[in-house]
């Protein structure tokens, strides 16, 4: 098994930034892929930011690309997020996953995770 813990959520005004942290634990491997993803209330939960270990491949959202930047710390085993020029509409729940998606395609697709983290509340104010 794997567990994931994010940190790093909060409230920010419009225009600001916040950087989030998943740190993977357990006695299981990290899958190679991780991924951010997030839900606002009565929303579907939508994959923002999915990066691969070794080959450092990333994959954004079309709505967060210029703005957010995943990165990931295999020493650490931990998945970062930061999140740059946000906006009321990036107001969610933000949630970590590790999984083994088989195509890059397929890296924003919550159903290609298997492990995932209880979530941050990111709250941004106009």
């Known amino acids: 098994q794997v567990q994931l813990v994010e940190s790093g959520g909060g409230s920010v005004q419009a225009g600001g930034s916040l950087r989030l942290s998943c740190t993977a634990s357990?006695?299981?491997?990290?899958?190679?892929?991780m991924g951010w993803f997030r839900q606002a209330p009565g929303q579907e939960r939508e994959g923002v930011a999915a990066?691969?270990?070794?080959?450092?491949?990333?994959t954004y959202a079309d709505s967060v690309k210029g703005r957010f930047t995943v990165q990931r710390d295999n020493t650490k085993n931990t998945l970062y997020l930061q999140m740059n020029s946000l906006s009321p509409e990036d107001t969610a729940m933000y949630y970590c996953?590790?999984?083994?998606?088989?195509?890059?395609?397929?890296?924003?697709?919550?159903?290609?995770?298997?492990?995932w983290g209880q979530g941050t509340q990111v709250t941004v104010s106009s």
């Open positions: 996953a590790a999984g083994r998606p088989l195509f890059v395609s397929w890296y924003l697709r919550a159903s290609s995770y298997n492990y």
């Open positions: 357990g006695d299981a491997d990290t899958p190679p892929v």
């Open positions: 990066i691969r270990a070794g080959t450092g491949s990333t």
